[in-house]
Nanobody, 120 residues
Framework: QVQLVESGGGWVQAGGSLRLSCTASGSIFRTNVMAWYRQGPGDSRELVASITRGGTGNYADSVQGRFTISRDNAKNLVSLQMNSLKTEDTSVYYC??????????????WGQGTQVTVSS
């Protein structure tokens, strides 16, 4: 089994910064694409940023230039540095990691979600 644990959410004023982290543990052979999604009340879950195993990042237009995704393959860790936060960034953030297990097929796993609240 594979477990994902997120940390780093919280409350911040507009213009501030937060850093989210997500660590995978368990029967992991390799982590593949890692990503962060967010979902606000009544909204569908949207992709915020993703990063390949080689370190190539992709971003939603709404966060380009403000957020930075990074990873540490040795630690099965993905992070999201969020700067210049806006009230519209308020949401529950979820990490998503595609994992190749020691036994079995690759599949996606989700973190438990962490609340980010940006106040004006």
């Amino acid at each position: 089994q594979v477990q994902l644990v997120e940390s780093g959410g919280g409350w911040v004023q507009a213009g501030g910064s937060l850093r989210l982290s997500c660590t995978a543990s368990g029967s992991i052979f390799r982590t593949n694409v890692m990503a962060w999604y967010r979902q606000g009340p009544g909204d569908s879950r949207e992709l915020v940023a993703s990063i390949t195993r080689g370190g190539t990042g992709n971003y939603a237009d709404s966060v380009q230039g403000r957020f930075t995704i990074s990873r540490d393959n040795a630690k099965n860790l993905v992070s999201l540095q969020m700067n210049s936060l806006k009230t519209e960034d308020t949401s529950v953030y979820y990490c998503n990691i595609n994992v190749t297990p020691i036994v079995g097929k690759s599949r996606d796993y989700w973190g438990q979600g962490t609340q980010v609240t940006v106040s004006s």
